[in-house]
């Protein structure tokens, strides 16, 4: 049987060692349900007469509780992971960390794999919430998955964000509060971009850049790194009866196949991991003998 990682091990013990897991995931699921029983509340009063009422209650669930749930990961995971190192560093044990026979990879990887587990289980608490579009009807499978498999990538992504602060920064509050800042700027950053792009294209632009396949293209690729823009877009491709693994774009004269804009965000996502993880790695890396005499030298000189 092969030997767990003791970063991973060491680190699942003291995270649900304590109340402070239970509370979070306490708290993130009555956050849920108190939404969700608001929300039904009020959809059952308005609807008592719709014979499609049973419909439309289950698809605002879902769709409601879905982007609840991307909320809480977006703000929950960065933090998970933003201590981790940098606390380390606090509790000067990083250099006996360092020091151990454990490699970079290791270590990174252990960190990021502990928290992932409770933010994975934060992730499976939803699913029985979520399940209650289907006593409704107007959601199938295929939307579900693609929730899930976007939160999930969502929750991966975002914590690397803040491993990587933890293992820049030497401080936890400081790669708490970069983590987080990095987050807000990508949430409200791409939106207010498309906007202004939008804005100034859609009054000058010729309808030949508009309508050529590398434009169509870019335009997907900047609108699917956005995971409620990706999901959302996603989720108005299955309702009007589209594929949910490609969209056909039909301009004046040609017709565009690309990839869903779930699967575009997927990949940009781990492109976006992989990225981070090394540059983690290469911060934990050890300095060699050499680098630090250079470094000393050139300070004296």
């Keep these: ?38 929300l039904y509340a009020a959809l059952s009063g308005e609807s008592s007469n719709d014979l499609n009422a049973g419909r439309r209650i289950g698809q605002t669930l879902f769709f409601t ?28 044990s990083y250099d006996l960390l360092i020091a151990s026979l454990l ?57 690397t964000i803040g491993l990587f602060w933890s293992a820049v920064l030497q401080s ?17 950053g791409i939106p207010f971009l498309i906007v202004i792009f939008s804005l100034i294209l859609g009054s000058s632009a010729p309808s030949d850049l508009l309508d050529s396949v590398w434009f169509i293209y870019l335009s997907r690729f900047v609108t699917a790194s956005h995971p409620f823009i990706a999901l959302g877009a996603t989720a108005s491709l299955l309702s009007s009866g ?12 040609t017709i565009v196949v690309v990839p869903s804009p779930w699967l575009l965000y997927i990949a940009l996502s781990l492109i976006a991991v992989m990225l981070l993880l090394t540059a983690s790695v290469r911060l934990v890396q050890p300095a060699s003998p050499g680098a630090d005499r250079k470094k000393r030298t050139g300070r004296q000189g």
């Design 172 to 188: 936890s509050l400081g790669a708490t509060s970069f983590a987080i800042g990095t987050v807000i700027a990508l949430l409200l």
């Design 65 to 92: 509780i879905a982007t609840v749930a991307l909320i809480e990961v977006c703000l929950i995971t960065p933090v998970l992971t933003s201590g981790s190192i940098a606390g380390e560093k606090e509790r000067q």
């Design 1 to 38: 049987m092969p030997e767990l990682n003791p970063i991973l091990v060491k680190d699942l013990r003291s995270r649900m060692r304590g109340a402070r897991a239970y509370i979070l995931l306490t708290i993130y699921l009555l956050i849920l349900a108190g939404v969700t029983l608001l």
């Design 103 to 159: 490699t970079p990879w290791q270590i990174v990887w252990g960190k990021l794999v502990s928290a992932l587990a409770f933010a994975l289980l934060l992730i499976v608490a939803i699913v029985p919430v979520m399940s209650l579009a289907f006593l409704f009807g107007g959601i199938g499978l295929t939307e579900v998955l693609i929730a899930i498999a976007g939160l999930v990538v969502t929750a991966v992504l975002y914590a």
């Design 242 to 253: 589209g594929d949910a693994f490609f969209e056909v774009v039909r301009t004046g004269t």
